[in-house]
């Protein structure tokens, strides 16, 4: 029975890999009820526990049907993306400060393939180190911040299309970097690192809506372009 289902699963897969646009739009659905129920989760008194749920099983989804090729790199940031920025920008005293941790643990634990390698976890920490302290130096300045978020969303997309799944996230995690930010502005009580991460999301955002049509386009390109 259970051989069954995921035949017909991958079935699904198969046939919404190769519609493009039906499976873009597919998804933009889903974002936009995953970002609705997290909107009305904002009004209850147990929002913290809802978020963490949320993040694991976000998380789980991501990486069962990215390994089935189902879900894309920008498939997974319309997912955790909308909410994120959510977070950031409706976060009167800081009071979402919290839920933003507890919705992001759940989705690095389970997306943060630090186990595949020593040589690939010393790559992913020096990577990581590397771009945390390209936040320091850029918090101050929007441009620079845009900047590192545009080159952080470029790098995401790239390694996603080169390498097998979750390689990206092991490199480029959106969660790790934003745990590590928020843990920086709770140490130094400096709200540009805040400020910051408003730009990230929302560049992150427009990579995945806007991204997957990117490069969808530039692949079909490329490929006709080797015919002739």
Not at 15 to 32: G, H
Request: proline share 2%; aromatic share 20%.
């Amino acid at each position: 029975m259970m051989e069954f289902i995921l035949e017909g699963i991958k079935d699904l897969a198969y046939i919404y890999k190769e519609i493009f646009w039906l499976k873009e739009c597919l998804t933009t659905i889903k974002s936009f009820l995953v970002f609705l129920f997290a909107r009305w989760m904002l009004r209850f008194s147990y929002k913290k526990q809802i978020f963490f749920y949320l993040g694991g099983v976000i998380a789980v989804l991501c990486v069962f049907f990215g390994d089935m090729e189902y879900l894309s790199d920008n498939d997974i940031l319309k997912l955790i993306a909308p909410t994120s920025l959510l977070l950031l920008l409706y976060n009167k005293n800081q009071e979402n400060d919290t839920i933003l941790i507890f919705f992001h643990i759940p989705y690095l634990i389970i997306s943060y393939e630090f186990y595949r390698g020593l040589h690939e976890f010393i790559a992913s920490l020096f990577s990581h180190a590397f771009i945390i302290s390209c936040v320091i130096f850029a918090k101050e300045n929007i441009y620079l911040s845009l900047f590192i978020s545009v080159v952080v969303g470029i790098l995401f997309n790239l390694i996603g299309e080169n390498t097998e799944p979750g390689t990206n996230e092991l490199f480029l995690n959106p969660a790790l970097i934003t745990l590590a930010v928020k843990g920086l502005e709770h140490y130094t009580k400096n709200r540009k690192y805040t400020d910051f991460l408003k730009s990230f999301w929302i560049t992150l955002l427009c990579f995945a809506y806007l991204g997957s049509w990117i490069f969808h386009f530039i692949e079909l390109y490329l490929f006709r372009h080797n015919l002739h």
